[in-house]
């Protein structure tokens, strides 16, 4: 069984930046595509990014295209969210995901993922 843990979340201003971490327990996230989403008050979860198996690949959504990074270290068993140039609307609470590991990438769709994290809260104030 996959555990996923996820920090780094707190308050920060308009312009500013936050890293995410989500760490991978159980087994050896190097198994795993992973995947970051966000869910804002009264709103749909909705997909952020997402990184191949092999990290050679990434996907954002067009929301967050040159502000924010995934990114991993499978020594670490760790996947990161860098969140640059924040904005108020990227206040939400940020979920990382991983899919069964027979997938080597994964995209924007939720019934992808079959492991969830609980959850990190990031407020951008204006």
């Known amino acids: 069984q996959v555990q996923l843990v996820e920090s780094g979340g707190g308050l920060a201003q308009a312009g500013g930046s936050l890293r995410l971490s989500c760490v991978v327990s159980?087994?050896?996230?190097?198994?795993?595509?992973m995947g970051w989403f966000r869910q804002a008050p009264g709103k749909e979860r909705e997909f952020v990014a997402a990184?191949?198996?092999?990290?050679?690949?990434?996907y954002y959504a067009d929301s967050v295209k040159g502000r924010f990074t995934i990114s991993r270290d499978n020594a670490k068993n760790t996947v990161y969210l860098q969140m640059n140039s924040l904005k108020p609307e990227d206040t939400a609470v940020y979920y990382c995901?991983?899919?069964?590991?027979?997938?080597?990438?994964?995209?924007?769709?939720?019934?992808?993922?079959?492991?969830w994290g609980q959850g990190t809260q990031v407020t951008v104030s204006s």
């Open positions: 995901a991983a899919p069964p590991s027979f997938l080597s990438s994964v995209g924007p769709r939720q019934s992808e993922y079959n492991y």
């Open positions: 990184i191949t198996r092999s990290g050679s690949s990434t």
């Open positions: 159980g087994r050896a996230l190097s198994r795993y595509a």
